[in-house]
């Protein structure tokens, strides 16, 4: 599975549609993290590796800090583990 690259994304909505493509859930979920969190759940809807390396994720941060913990507590709760990489990207 390729790595899943946040480096450039700058709001949530950018988030929520990566997020979408990167796990192949459904197109008809909602864009928040409960939706988010109920598909990764459903392993009928998503395709869920047990391991992930993410991509930029110190980026991520520092646009949208709650977001990013809540996304690592999902999952987390869902035994997917993640590597963290640095991004390449510089402003």
């Known amino acids: 599975m390729p790595p899943l690259n946040l480096s450039q994304i700058h709001t949530k909505s950018e988030l929520m549609n990566t997020l ?4 192949w859930l459904s197109d008809w979920r909602g864009r928040n993290w409960d939706a988010f969190h109920d598909c ?7 395709t869920l590796p047990s ?7 110190e ?3 520092k646009n949208l800090g ?12 869902n035994s997917i583990g993640y590597r963290i990489s640095p991004s390449s990207f510089k402003k």
């Open 20 to 23: 979408g493509i990167f796990f």
């Open 40 to 46: 990764i759940q459903n392993r009928e809807t998503s």
């Open 51 to 57: 391991q992930i390396q993410i991509i930029g994720l």
């Open 59 to 61: 980026n991520l941060q």
């Open 66 to 77: 709650e977001d990013v913990k809540i996304f690592r507590e999902i999952l987390d709760e």
